[in-house]
């Protein structure tokens, strides 16, 4: 059971590049969401998901996507990198609507050049 | 989701209880209240969560005033190691969509 598994755990874009930040869960939860952590603040929620198809934005959607086409994976994907976009990303999973705590991974910290 | 104020800071002597406040005066009676804590560069963990009732689980007790408008984080016996920042997060409904605040700095003094 390895829980929440980001991927990579660091990288670096130039400006203009695309990528995805990868996000695995092997513990069948339902509930997925990605956090962008930038230094000095707390996390703020990009975009997350109640179960395979289905996907919502957060508060911070903008330059971001997402799928959900299996239980397990949840990746998110940067359409076009930013300097703005630098910043440390949490994914985190859920087994329930309420009344169940989140688990989140380890982060992948990303540096937009 | 019902928005929540915590201090920013807060000191502890080691060994000591570690009594962490939150104020959510505008919660709403299907929202939950949940306590996560982030150290050092690493992802948040989750600690507790309680409806109306006070809970307490191998790493903290929570307790909901009555008319759950506020809540308090206990830390038994704090140690170095408990040293982060402790998000107090109020969340309900269909979503499962966490809003993390700015926290509250947990310095665990020697």
């Known amino acids: 059971n390895a829980g929440v598994t980001q991927t990579p755990k660091f990288q670096v874009l130039k400006t203009g590049q695309s990528m995805t930040l990868q996000c695995a869960q092997d513990m069948n939860h339902e509930y997925m969401s990605w956090y962008r952590q930038d230094p000095g603040m707390g996390l703020r929620l990009i975009h997350y998901s109640v179960g395979a198809g289905i996907t919502d934005q957060g508060e911070v959607p903008n330059g971001y996507n997402v799928s959900r086409s299996t239980t397990e994976d949840f990746p998110l994907r940067l359409l076009s990198a930013a300097p703005s976009q630098t910043s440390v990303y949490f994914c985190?999973?859920?087994?329930?609507?309420?009344?169940?705590?989140?688990?989140f991974g380890s982060g992948t910290r990303l540096t937009v050049v | 989701d019902a928005k929540t104020t915590q201090p920013p800071s807060m000191d502890c002597a080691e060994g000591r209880a570690a009594n962490l406040p939150c104020n959510h005066s505008?919660?709403?009676?299907?929202?939950?209240v949940y306590w996560y804590r982030q150290i050092h560069s690493q992802g948040p963990q989750y600690i507790i969560h309680g409806l109306k009732n006070n809970e307490t689980n191998e790493m903290a007790s929570l307790i909901i005033t009555e008319d759950r408008k506020s809540s308090t984080l206990i830390l038994p016996h704090a140690t170095l190691r408990d040293t982060a920042v402790y998000y107090c997060?109020?969340?309900?409904?269909?979503?499962?969509?966490?809003?993390f605040g700015t926290g509250t700095l947990l310095a665990v003094q020697p």
């Open positions: 997060i109020v969340n309900g409904g269909a979503t499962n969509k966490l809003i």
């Open positions: 985190a999973s859920s087994y329930s609507v309420a009344n169940y705590g989140y688990t």
């Open positions: 505008t919660i709403s009676g299907n929202e939950y």
